[in-house]
């Protein structure tokens, strides 16, 4: 006479069910287990594993809905209610659902943390499709007041700055904008070139300098790059580069 109680019989058809599909799946598969002894796998570990996974699920499920549910019964309750405290907080949840976030200071921090803006979010791109929209977004400084000696070419890809005759001092060059040093190149004459790589996309170049600045060193907006090479009229080499188009510094700021 079969004593087994339906509870226990079910449970060993399911358990020769899973030993089934899992010998189909994995034929000839062989695990060795602690003893270093070869077997097949445990036909009531499979068993429990899979009831494990279903245990969780649905508690978890059922957690986050009545988390989301009273959540939403709060906030309409206090859109309903006509008390001070409560109009208060209305405000406040409207002025947060309709304020543009600052993407730019996001994306500085994600360039200053990780390198590079990350392509695949569409808003970090929006703007380095518009060069234009870029630079009217910030607010750049002149890397060295003098004049300028040679204008924007395209070939050439920027333009040179002289120096001012009756002072030393403005021969310091600055950054443009806070960003991140992305190049240092040894120039052919003399003197490096240093390549800084902003929010947005945009580069900005700096040639025939004397500096002690390496790749990956943060620099801000109006910090010191290094001097101009000690050459008898020497000029500082400009350019502005949004991905692979050259920009005019001039349309940019002023030298004067």
Do not use: C
């Amino acid at each position: 006479m079969d004593n087994k109680s339906p509870l226990k019989q079910q449970r060993q058809e399911r358990i020769q069910e899973l030993l089934d599909n899992n010998q189909i799946r994995n034929d000839g598969e062989k695990w060795v287990n602690e003893h270093g002894i070869v077997g097949e796998r445990d036909p009531e570990r499979l068993w429990k594993m899979e009831q494990s996974r279903h245990h969780y699920f649905f508690p978890s499920f059922i957690r986050r809905v009545l988390w989301s549910g009273l959540l939403f019964g709060i906030v309409f309750g206090i859109y309903r209610s006509e008390e001070t405290w409560a109009i208060s907080i209305q405000q406040y949840i409207a002025q947060s659902l309709n304020r543009e976030m600052d993407f730019q200071a996001v994306e500085s921090w994600y360039v200053s943390h990780f390198g590079e803006a990350p392509a695949i979010i569409p808003i970090f791109t929006e703007s380095q499709n518009n060069p234009q929209k870029v630079i009217a977004s910030q607010a750049w400084l002149v890397p060295m007041h003098g004049l300028v000696t040679t204008s924007f070419l395209v070939d050439q890809k920027g333009i040179e700055i002289s120096p001012y005759e009756d002072s030393n001092a403005i021969s310091q060059v600055k950054s443009v904008a806070t960003g991140r040093i992305l190049e240092v190149l040894k120039e052919s004459q003399s003197g490096v070139k240093l390549a800084i790589q902003h929010t947005g996309g945009l580069v900005s170049v700096y040639g025939h300098l004397d500096s002690t600045l390496k790749v990956n060193d943060w620099v801000e907006a109006g910090d010191s790059l290094g001097w101009l090479t000690n050459e008898p009229r020497q000029t500082l080499y400009f350019s502005l580069r949004q991905g692979d188009v050259y920009l005019d510094p001039l349309e940019v700021m002023s030298f004067d």
